[in-house]
């Protein structure tokens, strides 16, 4: 099989769009404190919204038994996270959980604002991302 200008072109053209959408250009990196993240709304948007599988703690609810479980919100795992990398989980979800995008419910602001109230719990618990 010959391999043409043209071919090489395309192959190129695919490969750099398919690594786009693995990986973090093109997505939201600004901090929260940044984009005015607001936690006070943020925390009503949580209870409304999260509390049901992270619980009022942000560690899970124990009466819910989700495989895997839900993230602790408190942990330094998440709280170590970069904003924009906890900012894709919430809007995009994350796959093989029950962990759903909220992009169709959420606005990118709500987000934002959900964003900052979970980085109070990390300060709650004493941890500082």
């Not at 404190?33 to 948007?45: F, L, N």
């Not at 049901?52 to 819910?64: A, E, F, P, S, V």
């Not at 419910?105 to 109070?120: C, G, N, P």
Request: one cysteine or more; proline letters at 5%.
């Amino acid at each position: 099989m010959r391999i043409t200008g043209r071919r090489v072109l395309v192959f190129i053209v695919l490969a750099s769009a398919l690594g786009l959408g693995f990986s973090n250009l093109g997505m939201k990196e600004i901090a929260a404190s940044e984009k005015g993240g607001d936690p006070v709304s943020g925390r009503e948007i949580y209870v409304n919204t999260c509390i049901r599988c992270h619980g009022i703690d942000g560690k899970g609810t124990l009466g819910i038994k989700l495989v895997p479980p839900p993230a602790d919100l408190t942990s330094l795992t998440v709280q170590s996270r970069l904003d924009g990398t906890l900012f894709r989980r919430i809007h995009e979800g994350k796959p093989n959980t029950a962990m759903g995008a909220w992009k169709h419910s959420l606005s990118d602001e709500e987000i934002w604002d959900v964003l900052a109230y979970v980085r109070t719990l990390g300060v709650e618990r004493g941890e500082q991302p």
